[in-house]
T-cell receptor, first 110, second 115 residues
Framework: GQSLEQPSEVTAVEGAIVQINCTYQ??????LSWYQQHDGGAPTFLSY????GLEETGRFSSFLSRSDSYGYLLLQELQMKDSASYFC???????????FGTGTKLQVIP | DVKVTQSSRYLVKRTGEKVFLECVQD?????MFWYRQDPGLGLRLIYF???????EKGDIPEGYSVSREKKERFSLILESASTNQTSMYLC??????????????FGPGTRLTVL
């Protein structure tokens, strides 16, 4: 089976940088994704890493190391609207199936 | 913009009732998914479908069935609702291909309460 670990809660200050880590155990790994979910809202896709290295999308970056079974989401210049839950997700095994982590609740404080 | 819609935002049913949750996507996506989301447990996959009339079990299929008669529509069925099926149900769709499989588009969710 697959398993993912990420911190349950993180608090950071507005304007700062925060890193949310994700470690996973699986076989047949096909990619790591990150999703954001505001309270009461639907998850929305943020980024995808299929290969090792850093992917940057505006204030958000995502990193993957397949040899370490590890990735992270980096949020820069934090804004209050970044307060949300962040889920890492891996695709492994079957082509379509994606397994989600339990989520990290990020609280941005003034 | 991809749009995934779900038939109800809130639903209250009684134990033993048959419950239908409907999901429609408008972007011709091949793949569709049903998840349930519970506090502390994240999103857990119930069933998915990669083509019309095709379905695959996810991690927690017990007590659920699905139907995909048309490409744009994917239904989740609770044959006999039980209180432990009280949850938020999320539908998602995606394209095929290595990036497509990893980028899912979610509907707003249906909060189901079974009394």
């Amino acid at each position: 089976g697959q398993s993912l670990e990420q911190p349950s809660e993180v608090t950071a200050v507005e304007g700062a940088i925060v890193q949310i880590n994700c470690t996973y155990q699986t076989s047949g790994f096909y990619g790591l994704s990150w999703y954001q979910q505001h309270d009461g809202g639907a998850p929305t896709f943020l980024s995808y890493n299929g290969l090792d290295g850093l992917e940057e999308t505006g204030r958000f970056s995502s990193f993957l190391s397949r040899s370490d079974s590890y990735g992270y989401l980096l949020l820069q210049e934090l804004q209050m609207k970044d307060s949300a839950s962040y889920f890492c997700a891996i695709r492994s095994g079957g082509y379509q199936k994606v397994t989600f982590g339990t989520g990290t609740k990020l609280q941005v404080i003034p | 913009d991809v749009k995934v819609t779900q038939s109800s935002r809130y639903l209250v049913k009684r134990t033993g009732e048959k419950v239908f949750l409907e999901c429609v996507q408008d972007m011709d996506h091949e793949n569709m998914f049903w998840y349930r989301q519970d506090p502390g447990l994240g999103l857990r996959l119930i069933y998915f479908s990669y083509d019309v009339k095709m379905k695959e079990k996810g991690d927690i299929p017990e007590g659920y069935s699905v139907s995909r008669e048309k490409k744009e529509r994917f239904s989740l069925i609770l044959e006999s609702a039980s209180t432990n099926q009280t949850s938020m149900y999320l539908c998602a769709s995606s394209l095929s291909g290595s990036k497509g499989y990893n980028e899912q588009f979610f509907g707003p969710g249906t909060r189901l309460t079974v009394l």
